[in-house]
């Protein structure tokens, strides 16, 4: 049977769908008419046409070669509205869950693609079916090529052959391009002859063939005003049929095998179905594809409680199985291990007390695939075991396909993926006050079901993070960095409780005091933690302005203080003794309630998969939110010191990464400049939004435009700009505009990722993390303009985390190469901070900013300031 490649013009397609059926929305108030035209053409083709190969190819940009002929190509073109804007990255996930292969090549159109691949086929021997819109794919057809052109409908269709063109036309296909040279394309901006239309052109094509052997016997043609007009446009008939040319040589770097179809899966579509609210679509289906459906295998498994070389080989999936969040604890209650010879599951004492799995657990040439490997790894620590050899970590790799989704544990993952093989963990130990470990045949099944579950997602993750170019992110950066990460877990830090015990008494005396002069302003004693005392005192008796009202009376949030400031003495003390007081409940008791009873430090556990811009946090305690405005805040840190008598911490933090970011990404000149030149680059800011001289800049003036700069990488508003300098909105609308009018590259930038996210559904940092960002075509302007900022920012956020994770690898290779017993402890925002003997202090004052600085080559030079101590505090 002759293979089958069916091209669609993707473009095309939507364009029709969309302009042929009515604005349709779904719940979440996305567009969906040409998602829904579209999938019902492609669901056409796949019944009727049964192709075994399939393609659906789409332009790239608004720019082409062909602009280089002609500027004014396609210039006559309305913008595309933005409700069909919104529906092209659907379009292309509908494709992804069809296993539809699709392809777009920049400067190039969709055309130039199908004519290439199409003539590739057809020379393979393929019958070629092309579908489209446009009637400039015609003239690829042959007697192996035919072309469909949708009609006025989306299912109605016109099929173009050789024939049906001589029968149409009176011409051949390679002869449409002649007409389109004549008589123009009001469509495309193809001038053509001005005069010549249609009928004209072929009867002019059908004496003398080509337009080319038209205007070499221009004395032949009959009728004096027709021979001026070619003879005056002959230049213009040329490039417009060249214009009209497909070109069927483009570098593509797809090949005709690359489009193989093998079908798809049912149980991919249902949920996009169904997130579309494409009820119709899934009747169609066919099939019972209820989430319950499909029920988990049984397996079989052996429990092991003597471990030999069946189950400890050189490559397997590894499970251990931690069920108390805080894993310094190490409550490990249970392995499970899968390799060629069988499924096991490995009791937690047999395996932690014996000599073989611990030798084997500590080779490094014994590769492993786990899930959450820097809790393993820190969990079996503290058992006194290393774990080496990890080689692919699911989460992390769940993670990295998907920042913004939230995986509670393997089950929501191969869920997620298709895969049915687990059960989640609350389904076995049960939530809350119910939570238990059940008996040991229940627990040993649930074990194995996971790794199972482990072996079948690797290569279906590994593949996508190939597909999407993350794997040297992967394996390069984020895997390296989770034996780091645990190894920083399990040093922790030294916390001088005493230290902290008198902070606590020093900031109970501040708060009684705030509050005894709290209560004088107020000319009475109240509860000042009460919004209906405090508001009452406010807004009643002190008369304040009201500024919002809740449902239970008068709003006394921060936002609200912070605007009555000005209007009475006591607000300022009420936000300072706000201040206090959570710096005493979160940072002063909370932190001496997780120093741990054995080691005097804090073991901070680190967040490697959770943040949306791949920044890391930390919880138990959370060190990224010590506030340092407040000078009491900053004390805090007077409690973090060294383990070791005679040593010190070290800090070394990156100066403004984000904003060298945002120049490397921009490649704004005037931003590259105060980088190269180690400007002050909001003095440098101030100078050209207020056309003054360095000398002229004012404290304030520096103030506004480091608000700008920073706000500039939050995709700030004119609001939220007024709202921080406390000016009118229109003053700083067009504080923006005149940044801008400066700072022409980072508007464009701003400019271009939006439409990246717009045409991609993603956009990725400068290591190629990606965040997905589907918000980017809501209807709902809010969410539509969160999502904005969204895109704005994540490359700049997300490329200073990759710096600094990059950093942290370096670092550690740095201090194993330079033998120091020099320990990282901690990574707070940009800054790294280091424990260390004195004597070594020489060497990291060389080393640490050499590597942090050369992490990653930017645009600009990288800068790190460093200091050190006696404690966190003093290395400021």
Same mark, same amino acid.
């Given at each position: 049977?002759? =293979?089958?490649?069916?091209?669609?013009?993707?473009?095309?397609?939507?364009?029709?769908?969309?302009?042929?059926?009515?604005?349709?929305?779904?719940?979440?108030?996305?567009?969906?008419?040409?998602?829904?035209?579209?999938?019902?053409?492609?669901?056409?083709?796949?019944?009727?046409?049964?192709?075994?190969?399939?393609?659906?190819?789409?332009?790239?940009?608004?720019?082409?070669?062909?602009?280089?002929?002609?500027?004014?190509?396609?210039?006559?073109?309305?913008?595309?509205?933005?409700?069909?804007?919104?529906?092209?990255?659907?379009?292309?996930?509908?494709? %992804?869950?069809?296993?539809?292969?699709?392809?777009?090549?920049?400067?190039?159109?969709?055309?130039?693609?199908?004519?290439?691949?199409?003539?590739?086929?057809?020379?393979?021997?393929?019958?070629?079916?092309?579908?489209?819109?446009?009637? @400039?794919?015609?003239?690829?057809?042959?007697?192996?090529?035919?072309?469909?052109?949708?009609?006025?409908?989306?299912?109605?269709?016109?099929?173009?052959?050789?024939?049906?063109?001589?029968?149409?036309?009176?011409?051949?296909?390679?002869?449409?391009?002649?007409?389109?040279?004549?008589?123009?394309?009001? !469509? @495309?901006?193809?001038?053509?002859?001005?005069?010549?239309?249609?009928?004209?052109?072929?009867?002019?094509?059908?004496?003398?063939?080509?337009?080319?052997?038209?205007?070499?016997?221009?004395?032949?043609?009959?009728?004096?005003?027709?021979?001026?007009?070619?003879?005056?446009?002959?230049?213009?008939?040329?490039?417009?049929?060249?214009?009209?040319?497909?070109?069927?040589?483009?570098?593509?770097?797809?090949?005709?095998?690359?489009?193989?179809?093998?079908?798809?899966?049912?149980?991919?579509?249902?949920?996009?179905?169904?997130?579309?609210?494409?009820?119709?679509?899934?009747?169609?289906?066919?099939?019972?594809? *209820?989430?319950?459906?499909?029920?988990?295998?049984?397996?079989?498994?052996?429990?092991?409680?003597?471990?030999?070389?069946?189950?400890?080989?050189?490559?397997?999936?590894?499970?251990?199985?931690?069920?108390?969040?805080?894993?310094?604890?190490?409550?490990?209650?249970?392995?499970?291990?899968?390799?060629?010879?069988?499924?096991?599951?490995?009791?937690?004492?047999?395996?932690?007390?014996?000599?073989?799995?611990?030798?084997?657990?500590?080779?490094?040439?014994?590769?492993?695939?786990?899930?959450?490997?820097?809790?393993?790894?820190? !969990?079996?620590?503290?058992?006194?075991?290393?774990?080496?050899?990890? +080689?692919? @970590?699911?989460?992390?790799?769940?993670?990295?396909?998907?920042?913004?989704?939230?995986?509670?544990?393997?089950?929501?993952?191969?869920?997620?993926?298709?895969?049915?093989?687990?059960?989640? %963990?609350?389904?076995?130990?049960?939530?809350?006050?119910?939570?238990?470990?059940?008996?040991? *045949?229940?627990?040993?099944?649930?074990?194995?079901?996971?790794?199972?579950?482990?072996?079948?997602?690797?290569?279906?993750?590994?593949?996508?993070?190939?597909?999407? /170019?993350?794997?040297?992110?992967?394996?390069?950066?984020?895997?390296?960095?989770?034996?780091?990460?645990?190894?920083?877990?399990?040093?922790?830090?030294?916390?001088?409780?005493?230290?902290?015990?008198?902070?606590?008494?020093?900031?109970?005396?501040?708060?009684?005091?705030? /509050?005894?002069?709290?209560?004088?302003?107020?000319?009475?004693?109240?509860?000042?933690?009460?919004?209906?005392?405090?508001?009452?005192?406010?807004?009643?008796?002190?008369?304040?302005?009201?500024?919002?009202?809740?449902?239970?009376?008068?709003?006394?949030?921060?936002?609200?203080?912070?605007?009555?400031?000005?209007?009475?003495?006591?607000?300022?003390?009420?936000?300072?003794?706000?201040?206090?007081?959570?710096?005493?409940?979160?940072?002063?008791?909370?932190?001496?309630?997780?120093?741990?009873?054995?080691?005097?430090?804090?073991?901070?556990?680190?967040?490697?998969?959770?943040?949306?811009?791949?920044?890391? !946090? +930390?919880?138990?305690?959370?060190?990224?939110?010590?506030?340092?405005?407040?000078?009491?805040?900053?004390?805090?840190?007077?409690?973090?010191?060294?383990?070791?008598?005679?040593?010190?911490?070290?800090?070394?933090?990156?100066?403004?990464?984000?904003?060298?970011?945002?120049?490397?990404?921009?490649?704004?000149?005037?931003?590259?400049?105060?980088?190269?030149?180690?400007?002050?680059?909001?003095?440098?800011?101030?100078?050209?939004?207020?056309?003054?001289?360095? =000398?002229?800049?004012?404290?304030?003036?520096?103030?506004?435009?480091?608000?700008?700069?920073?706000?500039?990488?939050?995709?700030?508003?004119?609001?939220?700009?007024?709202?921080?300098?406390?000016?009118?909105?229109?003053?700083?609308?067009?504080?923006?505009?005149?940044?801008?009018?400066?700072?022409?590259?980072?508007?464009?930038?701003?400019?271009?990722?939006?439409?990246?996210?717009?045409?991609?559904?993603?956009?990725?940092?400068?290591?190629?993390?990606?965040?997905?960002?589907?918000?980017?075509?809501?209807?709902?302007?809010?969410?539509?303009?969160?999502?904005?900022?969204?895109?704005?920012?994540?490359?700049?956020?997300? +490329?200073?985390?990759?710096?600094?994770?990059?950093?942290?690898?370096?670092?550690?290779?740095?201090?194993?190469?330079?033998?120091?017993?020099?320990?990282?402890?901690?990574?707070?925002?940009?800054?790294?901070?280091?424990?260390?003997?004195?004597?070594?202090?020489?060497?990291?004052?060389?080393?640490?900013?050499?590597?942090?600085?050369?992490?990653?080559?930017?645009?600009?030079?990288?800068?790190?300031?460093?200091?050190?101590?006696? +404690?966190?505090?003093?290395?400021?």
């Amino acid at each position: 049977m002759t =293979e089958k490649l069916v091209l669609i013009d993707g473009n095309s397609i939507a364009y029709r769908a969309f302009f042929a059926l009515p604005l349709l929305n779904n719940d979440k108030g996305v567009h969906t008419n040409a998602i829904y035209g579209f999938t019902m053409i492609l669901m056409k083709i796949l019944e009727e046409e049964k192709p075994s190969h399939i393609l659906v190819a789409f332009d790239a940009g608004k720019t082409t070669f062909r602009h280089k002929t002609f500027k004014e190509y396609k210039g006559g073109r309305q913008k595309t509205p933005p409700e069909l804007s919104e529906q092209f990255p659907f379009i292309r996930e509908l494709l %992804d869950k069809y296993q539809v292969s699709r392809y777009e090549l920049e400067n190039y159109e969709a055309d130039d693609i199908i004519g290439t691949l199409s003539k590739q086929a057809e020379q393979d021997g393929f019958e070629v079916k092309i579908i489209s819109g446009d009637k @400039d794919l015609t003239q690829l057809a042959t007697n192996k090529i035919t072309v469909d052109i949708t009609r006025k409908g989306i299912t109605d269709v016109d099929t173009y052959t050789p024939e049906f063109i001589e029968e149409k036309y009176g011409l051949t296909p390679g002869q449409i391009i002649d007409m389109k040279g004549l008589m123009g394309d009001t !469509s @495309d901006n193809i001038p053509g002859v001005p005069g010549v239309g249609e009928k004209t052109a072929i009867k002019l094509l059908k004496e003398f063939e080509t337009v080319e052997n038209l205007l070499e016997s221009i004395e032949n043609v009959s009728g004096k005003k027709l021979k001026e007009k070619l003879e005056e446009n002959r230049e213009l008939a040329l490039m417009s049929k060249e214009l009209a040319t497909i070109n069927c040589e483009a570098p593509i770097e797809v090949a005709v095998n690359d489009t193989l179809y093998n079908g798809y899966e049912t149980a991919e579509i249902v949920p996009f179905f169904k997130e579309l609210g494409f009820n119709s679509l899934l009747d169609k289906l066919g099939e019972d594809v *209820s989430e319950d459906a499909a029920e988990v295998e049984d397996i079989t498994y052996e429990t092991v409680t003597e471990i030999d070389e069946r189950v400890l080989t050189k490559e397997c999936v590894l499970l251990v199985e931690v069920i108390n969040e805080s894993y310094h604890n190490a409550d490990i209650i249970g392995f499970s291990i899968i390799n060629e010879n069988g499924q096991f599951y490995v009791p937690a004492e047999a395996a932690l007390e014996s000599d073989n799995f611990k030798i084997w657990a500590e080779n490094e040439e014994n590769k492993k695939i786990v899930y959450d490997g820097k809790k393993s790894i820190a !969990s079996l620590s503290w058992k006194g075991m290393k774990l080496a050899g990890v +080689s692919f @970590d699911v989460l992390i790799a769940a993670y990295l396909l998907n920042p913004s989704e939230t995986y509670d544990d393997i089950a929501s993952i191969a869920k997620a993926n298709r895969i049915q093989v687990v059960q989640t %963990d609350e389904a076995i130990y049960g939530k809350g006050a119910k939570r238990a470990i059940p008996d040991e *045949s229940q627990l040993g099944e649930h074990l194995v079901r996971k790794a199972l579950a482990l072996s079948m997602l690797k290569e279906k993750l590994e593949n996508e993070l190939a597909e999407n /170019e993350q794997s040297q992110l992967f394996y390069d950066l984020e895997m390296p960095l989770s034996i780091i990460l645990a190894k920083m877990e399990v040093t922790g830090v030294k916390v001088d409780v005493e230290r902290l015990r008198e902070m606590g008494k020093e900031l109970a005396e501040h708060l009684s005091r705030l /509050e005894q002069n709290i209560h004088q302003l107020a000319g009475e004693s109240f509860n000042i933690n009460s919004p209906k005392q405090l508001g009452g005192i406010l807004f009643e008796k002190l008369n304040l302005p009201v500024i919002k009202k809740t449902k239970t009376g008068y709003s006394t949030s921060a936002d609200v203080l912070e605007k009555l400031a000005s209007e009475h003495e006591i607000v300022e003390e009420i936000l300072h003794y706000r201040q206090l007081g959570k710096l005493q409940s979160t940072y002063i008791e909370g932190l001496l309630k997780v120093v741990h009873k054995d080691t005097d430090k804090v073991h901070t556990r680190f967040n490697q998969a959770l943040t949306s811009t791949g920044r890391l !946090s +930390s919880t138990e305690p959370n060190l990224q939110n010590i506030p340092i405005r407040l000078e009491e805040g900053r004390k805090i840190r007077q409690a973090f010191v060294p383990s070791n008598k005679d040593w010190v911490i070290f800090a070394a933090d990156y100066s403004q990464i984000e904003l060298r970011v945002l120049a490397d990404l921009s490649k704004d000149e005037n931003l590259i400049e105060a980088f190269e030149n180690d400007l002050d680059v909001h003095t440098k800011t101030a100078m050209d939004v207020f056309h003054v001289n360095k =000398e002229e800049v004012t404290s304030n003036m520096r103030r506004q435009a480091k608000a700008v700069n920073f706000g500039i990488v939050y995709g700030i508003s004119d609001y939220g700009l007024s709202q921080n300098l406390n000016i009118t909105r229109k003053e700083a609308g067009e504080f923006i505009n005149r940044y801008f009018d400066i700072f022409k590259g980072v508007k464009d930038y701003m400019d271009d990722a939006v439409q990246e996210a717009r045409d991609k559904g993603y956009v990725t940092t400068i290591l190629h993390r990606r965040r997905y960002i589907p918000e980017i075509t809501s209807s709902n302007f809010n969410l539509r303009s969160f999502a904005e900022r969204t895109a704005m920012n994540t490359p700049i956020q997300g +490329s200073a985390a990759d710096i600094i994770k990059k950093a942290m690898i370096d670092m550690a290779e740095r201090l194993k190469t330079e033998k120091l017993q020099t320990k990282l402890l901690l990574q707070v925002h940009d800054e790294l901070i280091f424990e260390a003997p004195k004597e070594e202090i020489p060497i990291l004052e060389k080393i640490v900013p050499e590597v942090m600085e050369n992490a990653v080559r930017l645009n600009v030079p990288l800068k790190v300031d460093y200091a050190f101590g006696p +404690s966190w505090y003093d290395a400021k």
